[in-house]
């Protein structure tokens, strides 16, 4: 059985940083494609970093290029999404989310396309 657990959230002021984590189990983490959303209260679900299966390949919402990096530790099976120069607009429940049937260079931005899904963990940036 396949399981996502998210880490790491928490309450920042802004220009802060935070790192979270979300660690994998129940299949081979080398072939998964990995990508992190978030939900703020009253609007859509929306991605935010995604990264391939080789992690040769990332993707960024524009919000946040420049100030969050994904990245990916296969011995650990975890996958990371560091995030700098926090906003109060980054204020969000943040979801990491996996499946393995896309192609090794393949980064996928839409929730639809991800089967697995954790829990998720709160981010909250104050002014």
């Known amino acids: 059985q396949v399981q996502l657990v998210e880490s790491g959230g928490g309450l920042v002021q802004a220009g802060g940083s935070l790192r979270l984590s979300c660690a994998v189990s129940?299949?081979?983490?080398?072939?998964?494609?990995m990508g992190w959303f978030r939900q703020a209260p009253g609007k859509e679900r929306e991605f935010v970093a995604g990264?391939?299966?080789?992690?040769?390949?990332?993707s960024y919402a524009d919000s946040v290029k420049g100030r969050f990096t994904i990245s990916r530790d296969n011995a650990k099976s975890t996958v990371y999404l560091q995030m700098n120069s926090l906003k109060p607009e980054d204020t969000a429940a943040y979801s990491c989310?996996?499946?393995?049937?896309?192609?090794?260079?393949?980064?996928?931005?839409?929730?639809?396309?991800?089967?697995?899904w954790g829990q998720g963990t709160q981010v909250t940036v104050s002014s």
């Open positions: 990264i391939s299966r080789d992690a040769t390949r990332t």
């Open positions: 989310a996996a499946d393995w049937r896309f192609a090794t260079e393949e980064v996928t931005t839409t929730g639809t396309g991800y089967r697995y």
């Open positions: 129940g299949r081979t983490f080398t072939g998964v494609s």
